[in-house]
């Protein structure tokens, strides 16, 4: 994720892959067919200081998750992974204007690119 403002930004990591994979954040398919979600689904309290990341202008952060944790790969094929944006989620400029309730947070779009692979068996 990168920062690709002129100011900082706090980033509510909840369904990114900076909190690893706590709900359906992937869209995997096989061939074109849709795989379906087998990971966990996370139930959520309203979020605090700590579910937010700062990030300065121009700031990048990853995270490494292991897909195979919340899908099927066992199967040959050509597999597409595309993040989904999160429907809840938040954006704030300063920790004054950080989510105090469920009811604050909203889908924010977040774009990436697709990531394709060939697993062969």
Do not use: C
């Not at 892959?17 to 849709?34: H, N, T």
């Not at 790969?73 to 950080?98: L, N, Q, V």
């Amino acid at each position: 994720m990168t920062n690709r403002t002129d100011t900082e930004l706090y980033v509510l990591k909840w369904y990114t892959p900076l909190e690893g994979i706590a709900g359906e954040i992937f869209r995997v398919e096989r061939d074109g067919q849709p795989l379906s979600y087998e990971g966990i689904l996370a139930s959520r309290a309203a979020p605090t200081r700590d579910d937010y990341i700062l990030l300065s202008p121009g700031e990048s952060v990853s995270a490494e998750v292991d897909l195979a944790t919340a899908y099927d790969f066992s199967k040959a094929g050509e597999y597409t992974i595309d993040f989904i944006s999160p429907r809840i989620s938040h954006i704030a400029r300063t920790e004054s204007e950080m989510a105090e309730t469920l009811d604050d947070l909203g889908p924010i779009q977040i774009s990436s690119g697709k990531v394709t692979v060939r697993i062969e068996r």
